[in-house]
């Protein structure tokens, strides 16, 4: 047990360089190494959570599976990826992200051919439990390299630019999974993508490192001379926190970080909603084939992409790193797609997806700044803990997505799964205004809440 322990835990610091043109030179090729690494990775992580949508349509016809126990499975996933969101955001804290992330992608893809290998209901619920709770080993340590890798005046567009892995892992596997399932069977749904996960573990072990310091170089402030914190400042910044700091100190006690997980909640809802039920809901409603509704996916995917760049570059220039206003502007403009996706149910395979797309635009916008403002209203070696409890409370919202939104649809039909689509929406503009001015680059205020500051 030691020696797993001691493989994944965090590197040490070494001497720092003193040449500043190798230290430029290393920085330059270890943030482009780091970065397509880790985005890559988390696009495969996709992979084995979003397969079983579409293999959703296949099981009903072929095991006789109804709506509310496809969305038990669904529910299973979100609370036990949620559960271990947080969990494994503690320990990411305290865990080397190169191993930590890459193992568990290799298990999401050995557990999704386990799934694919099964027929009943319970062995399903068993392997997409566990599907879920190694999910959560992805986000953690992508949060904890993006904190330590890309400082706070640009993190708002790297950040943005790397939570497109979402959108390209959901854009690509409606692809791979509806041919495998329509060519071959629901099985390969989750057969191929399961064994693309496992390459992809061992690609992870290879290309990433944990922090700068770990391989000489100077924390991201310093050398981006962006470190405007007093000493007694930077030195509480670059504290490292034991497993009670991180967790009482600066989450469990931070106002900003609960109102961030209470609009996760609702946003998540939505956003599950839109992966797991838009594929249902075209085919039974619209007469759209398997492929014409996949493809409305790919545009809700895409939209994502380009909403989360938009949202953290213009939280970094026009709201000087505050990712608050953000959040309620793209918040009003999800509720308003909405209502246009449901009050406007045209059959017309250009329209479905042109109000997808702008669905997703303005949905993943708020979706990428949650866990970016906790980051940054909390301590920076408490990156994963604030990030993952945020994403605990997150996929209590994707739960709701499953089994409960599953049972309405079954009871009340498709307009009492939109009615609770647009109330969710509404709560999520509502929780989101009173963080407007939270945050934000300023050289008079430390970069990260303390208590005081986020219960005040």
């Known amino acids: 047990m030691s020696s797993i322990l001691d493989f994944i835990k965090p590197s040490e610091h070494v001497e720092e360089l003193q040449d500043k043109e190798l230290v430029k030179k290393k920085y330059r090729y270890w943030r482009i ?39 038990l499975l669904g529910s299973i ?17 305290k865990s ?54 890309y400082s706070k005046s640009e993190r708002g567009t790297w950040w943005s630019f790397w939570s497109t892995s979402h959108n390209l892992g959901g854009a690509i596997i ?21 064994v693309i996960c496992i390459f992809a573990g061992f690609f992870l072990m290879n290309r990433l490192r944990d922090t700068p310091q770990s391989l000489g170089l100077p924390a991201i402030e310093k050398h ?8 007694e400042e ?35 809802i939505v956003r599950t ?15 759209f084939s398997l492929v014409a509704a996949g493809s409305c996916v790919f545009w809700f995917e895409a939209g994502g992409f380009i909403g989360m760049l938009v949202a953290g570059w213009l939280s970094d220039r026009l709201f000087a790193s505050r990712r ?18 449901w009050l406007y149910p045209g059959t017309s395979l250009l329209w479905s997806s042109f109000i997808c797309f702008f669905i997703g635009f303005f949905l993943f916008g708020p979706q990428m700044l949650i866990g970016l403002a906790a980051s940054e209203l909390s301590h920076k070696n408490a990156t994963g803990t604030a990030t993952g409890f945020a994403g605990w409370f997150a996929y209590l919202g994707a739960a709701v997505a499953g089994y409960p939104l599953g049972l309405i649809a079954q009871k009340f039909g498709w307009e009492g799964f939109f009615i609770m689509m647009a109330v969710c929406g509404v709560m999520s503009v509502v929780c989101f205004l009173p963080l407007w001015n939270a945050g934000g680059v300023s050289k008079k205020k430390p970069k990260f809440a303390t208590p005081e500051q986020a219960t005040n």
């Open 324 to 341: 608050g206003p953000m959040n309620v502007f793209f918040s009003i403009g999800m509720l308003v797609s909405l209502l246009g996706f």
């Open 33 to 71: 190494r780091i970065f397509y690494a880790m985005y890559i990775g988390y696009v495969f992580y996709y992979f084995s959570r979003k397969s079983l949508a579409f293999a959703m349509p296949m099981m009903i016809r072929d095991l006789g599976f109804d709506k509310s126990q496809l969305g």
């Open 224 to 231: 981006r001379e962006e470190d405007s914190f007093s000493e």
């Open 273 to 287: 909603a839109m992966n797991d039920w838009t594929t249902l809901y075209l085919i039974e409603v619209r007469n």
């Open 96 to 149: 080397n992200p190169r191993f930590f992330m890459a193992f568990g992608l290799i298990i999401t893809g050995i557990l999704n051919i386990f799934f694919g290998l099964s027929s009943s209901i319970f062995f399903f619920a068993v392997f997409w439990g566990l599907n879920g709770w190694f999910q959560g080993f992805g986000w953690p340590p992508c949060s904890r390299l993006l904190s330590h890798w």
């Open 234 to 268: 930077s030195k509480l910044m670059n504290k490292q926190l034991s497993f009670k700091e991180m967790l009482f100190k600066y989450v469990l006690t931070n106002g900003y970080i609960w109102m961030l997980a209470l609009a996760s909640i609702f946003v998540y």
């Open 174 to 194: 409606p692809f791979v999974a509806t041919y495998s399932a329509y060519y071959f069977g629901w099985r390969y749904a989750m057969y191929i993508p399961g």
């Open 77 to 93: 996933l979100a609370l036990s990826y949620g559960l271990s969101k947080f969990v494994s955001g503690i320990l990411s804290d």
